[in-house]
């Protein structure tokens, strides 16, 4: 078999892997999503027995059994459907785990920490309701925490090029997105107190504003331009002070945009310009010729180098010899006829 064939057959076995680690992620992911459908959860039900007595007759409650619906959970079904999921995640992470040649780096790596923590977490929750049999309000609050789950979208990462280029803008525009942060939150408090004292100015009964911490959310949304109408300034001072933090909001998110567009440009252009290069991969070295080849033309680009730069200065040497003989003295000529044939 040529080393092409044998390479293309192991490209179809990675991309066959990559295609069914995608394929239990988008399925773990939907069924995380499909069991909180009220339509999909079975209600846990409630009997109550009232017997006959007199304060029932004369409550004009009559005798009878009472059903109630306290509380409502998943379909079975969704739980066979990620233990599936979560078997082939757990070993997933013990193969990657046992053949990656770095284990620190496998472990620091973010993608790798939300795998091994997702896939816990299914196992944890799991634990906490068939062994401890908690109430729908524990159900609830353990359910909350596996939102983790859905993280596990980050690992398409791994086989999207666009979600590379994506993180890597982000990366690269960290200092231009920290301080947009940070203008955004500057202008978040100076607007939530300004709107907060332009409101009790004048005469307004219907004060939505009652502190600044409640003007806080209003000068968000205000600022981000999203406007969900549930806190509006009344008196025309508020109004004025709405339309400055709308302004400003406008102003102040699109002054980084140039740059993080500029960077994805960059990064795309560069994804694109791998893409355009042969796909026929080299054979792989082993150790020893590796460290044989390095060190041989190390050593020889040396020496060139070191040869160049030796006959250069010979014959820089000899050139102002021969240019200065009658200038020079005896002693003079033959030193430097000495020291040029030394350096040849």
Known sequence: MSVDAHLFKSWKKDFAISVVSICFVVVSIVSFCLKTHPNWRIPDIDLHFFPYNETAHFSGRRPGLMVTKSATRAHPAFFYVELICNLWFAFEIVVR??????????????????????????????LMEYLLKTTEGNRDTVEFFSIIRILRLFKLTQ?????????????????????????????????????????????????????????????????????????????????????????????????????????????????????KLPKKRRRILQPHEIHSTVGKSTTAALLSSMNRRINHTAESLMNMANDQNSGLTLTNQMHMREMSHKML
């Open 159 to 275: 086989h999207s090029s666009g979600l590379k280029i994506l993180i890597q803008t982000f990366k690269a525009s960290a200092q231009e997105l920290l301080l947009l942060v940070f203008f955004v939150l500057l202008g978040i408090v100076i607007f939530a107190a300004l709107v907060y004292y332009a409101e009790r100015v004048e005469a307004n009964p219907d004060n939505q504003f009652d502190s600044i911490p409640v003007g806080l959310w209003w000068a968000i949304i205000t600022m981000c331009t999203i406007g969900f109408g549930d806190m509006v300034p009344k008196t025309y001072l508020g109004m004025i002070v709405g339309s400055v933090c709308a302004l400003m909001g406008v102003l102040t998110i699109a002054l980084p945009v140039p740059v993080i567009v500029s960077n994805f440009a960059m990064f795309y252009s560069h994804a694109q310009a791998r893409s």
């Open 97 to 126: 785990f046992t053949f990656c040649p770095n284990i620190v780096r496998f472990v620091k790596d973010a993608i790798n920490i939300i795998d091994m923590v997702a896939t816990l977490s299914f196992y944890v929750d799991w």
